[in-house]
């Protein structure tokens, strides 16, 4: 099987991701504005964020495996500077 | 937040949603004016708040439409590695400048976008057709320092000013890399969605992005890439355009009027 094909059986996970951070948001919705509310809402922007990483990670994997290191490589280093960016969001 | 600005900003955003993708643009030339001036948030806020929203228009828009099979892994996360860098110095330079000086620079880049998009409605070329050219593949050496530099210049834009920075990154495939438009912007939105991701969790972490306003935002914007990514060939994209233009028109107008009404 090729690395595309092999990169959208990933589409199964992600859609389960999109609906649960949508449900997540419509549940800080409910709870109007209390703190739990909060905590849902900043869960939901959380997991959204990360949604594009997980991409990133099993797209660097397939390239791991079928024998790419230089890109898988790239990956982890891309994977590292998105870290460093919100570090730097946190800590400037 | 009252319940009817909450309905606002979903609208709002699913118009930006299901509008941005079918246009070829992401939603955030839409949502950056509009958290602006219409929602009255600080236009640091209003970046981060839309860099959140283009995460979820990226990916949905990714997931509906079934593109990720001609994704370009290996040139798309060797190109991401700069366009990171730039979010990351765009951010730090938004951060650090003047919000006056900053709504002017989106002013400029709206009305650049406007009379591109006019050029292209005038000659009756669509999209696919304006970039669509040769499809011999012409990477070198030469052309991965000049990719790098464009997904550079790309990603600052994203960091700076909150939108995805697909314009540039389908550029800088199609016509300097030489990659053909399909694979082209199936690339771009896989590197879209990192690089927002990456732009948005700077403002996040922060404290730039407005949680509260956020929430119905990403719902709306999510649900209209979805619809977006059912739809996008059964309509006419020159009448999307024409909407579009006209949206960009006046929030570019609107931008600059703020540049000088603007205290500080």
Redesign the interface.
């Known amino acids: 099987m090729s ?3 092999l ?2 059986k ?2 199964v996970p ?2 389960i991701f ?1 609906y649960i ?2 449900i997540l ?2 549940a ?2 409910i709870f109007g ?1 209390s703190e739990r509310a ?1 905590y849902f ?2 869960s ?3 997991l ?6 997980f ?2 990670i099993y ?2 994997l ?2 791991l495996k079928v024998g ?1 290191h230089r ?1 898988a490589l ?2 982890l ?2 994977l590292m ?2 870290v ?7 800590l ?1 | 937040m009252e319940f009817h600005v909450s309905i606002l900003l979903f609208l709002g955003a699913f118009a930006a949603g299901l509008l941005g993708p079918m246009i070829g643009l992401g939603g955030g030339f839409i949502l950056v004016p509009m958290f602006a001036l219409f929602f009255k948030l600080p236009f640091h806020e209003a970046v981060g708040t839309s860099l959140i929203c283009i995460v979820a228009t990226s990916q949905a828009f990714a997931i509906s439409k079934r593109s990720s099979a001609n994704t370009d892994l290996k040139l798309g996360i060797f190109l991401e590695i700069f366009t990171i860098c730039g979010v990351i110095a765009g951010g730090l330079i938004a951060t650090s400048l003047n919000e006056k000086i900053l709504v002017l620079i989106f002013a400029c880049v709206l009305t650049v976008i406007f009379s591109l998009m006019l050029r292209r409605l005038i000659k009756g070329s669509s999209a696919d057709e304006l970039i669509e050219g040769s499809e011999d593949l012409c990477f070198s050496k030469a052309q991965n320092y000049a990719g790098a530099g464009g997904s550079l210049a790309g990603g600052l834009m994203a960091g700076m000013l909150g939108v995805g920075g697909g314009v540039i990154k389908v550029f800088v495939l199609r016509h300097v890399m030489c990659v053909p438009f399909k694979r082209a912007a199936a690339t771009s939105n896989f590197m879209i969605g990192i690089t927002v991701s990456a732009g948005a969790s700077f403002y996040l972490f922060k404290g730039l992005v407005n949680i509260g306003s956020a929430a119905p935002a990403v719902i709306g914007a999510a649900l209209g890439a979805f619809l977006a990514g059912s739809f996008v060939h059964r309509i006419k994209s020159r009448v999307l355009e024409g909407i579009f233009l006209i949206i960009l028109a006046y929030f570019a107008f609107r931008m600059f009027l703020d540049f000088f009404t603007l205290t500080g």
């Open positions: 690395l595309e094909k990169n959208e990933i589409r992600l859609t999109i951070v949508i948001l419509v800080g919705k504005s909060f809402v900043l939901a922007m959380i959204l964020l990360l949604i594009p990483m991409r990133l797209a660097s397939l390239l790419e890109s790239y990956g280093i891309t500077l998105s460093t960016a919100a570090l730097l969001g946190l400037l």
